[in-house]
């Protein structure tokens, strides 16, 4: 999925204060620790839609890491920015341009209705919690009903499955910035990616197979 799908219709999810940048202590020019979070609908036609959400995650020498479902497991993919007039993120290889002022991030696509930015976290939020809910297909109907990551309290291990107490398989996962998960599937080139915003775990299956993205927003139990 190319950095041109970013400019399609979309919408963003709000963030909860525990991650919400605050606005006094985020500094543009010294921005490592921070992510902008987005959460894409994209047309992928016959009416359906495909839930794309991102990390951009800010790196030293003025680049964002994309993290997402749909990337390679390594998480290679970075984009220079510039900064102009002071709050202003011009990304190199896209007519894409994030302002941050205050905390709040908007952008010059007037598709982008909301978008977020969020602090990493000193330790993992996700350890030591279960979140459960439905997953849904791109035409919105229902993949899975009940559906649940459950993350250990040491360690970076979550157990899937349809009910907490029937574990159907543990996987492992690699933490970003304690406030997000990805989880590349042994035996298949399945891969899960979720993050923490607004207390809710928002969560994508991208089954690589079928090029399809499944999605869900899921609450703490």
Known sequence: MTMASVVLLV???????????????????????????????????????????????????????????TSDGN????IPYEVTDHNVLALADADLRFTIEKGQVSSNDPHLKTLALLKGADTNQLAGKTFAGTYYKPDK???????YY?????????????????????????????????????????????????GKLEVSYYQKNLDILYDGSFSQQ
């Open 75 to 78: 998480n290679t993919r970075s």
């Open 11 to 69: 919408t963003f999810s709000s963030c909860k204060k525990d991650n919400l940048a605050e606005s006094d202590k985020f500094d543009i020019n010294s921005p490592v620790g921070y992510f902008i979070y987005v959460k894409q609908l994209a047309d992928i036609g016959g009416g359906d839609t495909q839930a794309v959400q991102r990390l951009f995650e800010f790196l030293p020498g003025k680049k964002l890491r994309i993290h997402e479902a």
């Open 141 to 147: 109907s229902v993949l899975h009903q009940n559906f």
């Open 150 to 198: 459950s993350f250990s309290a040491n360690g970076k291990k979550t157990d899937v499955g349809f009910k907490p107490d029937v574990v159907i398989r543990t996987e492992n996962y690699s933490a970003i910035g304690n406030i997000a998960a990805r989880v590349a599937l042994v035996g298949n080139a399945d891969l899960e990616f979720m993050v923490l915003v607004n």
